[in-house]
């Protein structure tokens, strides 16, 4: 189960996140990025933040923390914003939190160095999950002291919002040649055969048992929440057999122009620090 923690302040929005992300502190002292069950996303998102987050981490990919939060609206009672103070109103209880990782900046392809490796290996994860949000436009990555941090799993698992094309969208092939990490050449072959047989029946039914009961209760179609934690382990280990060859790329395109202010790209070094290392700096 995902550790709870209470939310005890609300520090601030995090104003390019369409849900309304905001920055909170907890009883146990952390700083967390929290999703609100009261966005508009609904708690689906939520779901797939958890089912899809905690699947990567297992997965070996790098993804912060995640937290059940308790939230008493109380907590936003000076936040000056009308939308805010509406949002912690309509989501009290459990919500999601994400540890927040201080300095950390969005990624950007022309200043940060993939691997075609470890590109392979998260394209495969989001065609596994079918991650629709993690194009060049928005790459929803972070780097955090010199690594690549996945976030905002929300859009992933269309299927959940209509569980009967569930069973045919295991069959369709995954579009990368919008992914932010399709410049770097990734390799899906090699992703496949190193992650495919860890995507086990007994890896999903541990991933699906930390969403909460409640986010699952009440989904025309099953009975209990643990009918639900069963269909997102069938519907994630039908996409396994073949995953890698149903991954489309296109043919490799000139990395798109950087979003980045000029100081940022000319003079500081992004790339992973293993890239650096054997005079490779500069
Ligand atoms: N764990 C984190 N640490 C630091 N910054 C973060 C973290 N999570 C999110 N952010 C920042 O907040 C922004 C919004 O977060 P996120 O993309 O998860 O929200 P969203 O509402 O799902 O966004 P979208 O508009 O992409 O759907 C990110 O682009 C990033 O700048
Ligand atoms: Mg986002």
């Known amino acids: ?12 929005p995090l104003r390019e996140g369409g849900s309304l992300p905001g920055i909170v502190e907890a009883d146990d002292l952390g700083t967390y990025v929290m999703k609100f069950t009261g966005a508009g996303q609904g708690r689906k998102t939520l779901v797939a933040e958890i089912i899809c987050g905690q699947l990567a981490r297992r997965l070996g990919l790098r993804v912060p923390d995640l937290v059940r939060m308790q939230l008493d609206p109380v907590i936003g009672r000076s936040e000056p914003d009308q939308e805010v103070q509406e949002l912690l109103k309509a989501s009290g209880g459990l919500n999601l939190g994400m540890d927040f990782l201080p300095g950390s900046i969005g990624f950007d392809p022309l200043a940060y160095e993939v691997t075609s490796a470890e590109a392979g290996r998260i394209v495969w994860f989001d065609a596994l999950v079918n991650n629709v949000d993690r194009s060049w436009r928005n790459p929803n990555m972070l ?12 859009a992933s698992m269309i299927w959940h919002h209509n569980w009967r094309s569930a069973a045919a969208s295991a069959e369709k092939p995954y579009d990368a040649s919008d992914h932010a990490l399709a410049p770097f050449g990734p390799d899906v072959t090699a992703a496949d055969a190193a992650l495919a047989p860890l995507v086990t029946e007994e890896l999903l039914t541990e991933v699906a048992a930390d969403v909460p009961d409640e986010w699952l209760a009440d989904e025309p179609g099953f009975e209990t929440a643990e009918e639900v934690r069963a269909a997102y382990v069938g519907a994630l280990l039908s996409r396994v057999p073949g995953l890698a060859d149903r991954i489309t790329l296109g043919p490799r395109t000139e990395r798109p122009a950087s979003n980045a202010p000029g100081w ?19």
């Open 1 to 12: 189960m995902l550790t709870e923690v209470t939310a005890t302040r609300y520090v601030t």
């Open 264 to 282: 940022l790209t000319e003079h500081v070094d992004l790339r992973p620090r293993t890239a650096r290392t054997g005079g490779a700096g500069a």
């Open 143 to 154: 780097v955090w002291h010199g690594d690549l941090w996945l976030i905002d799993h929300g």
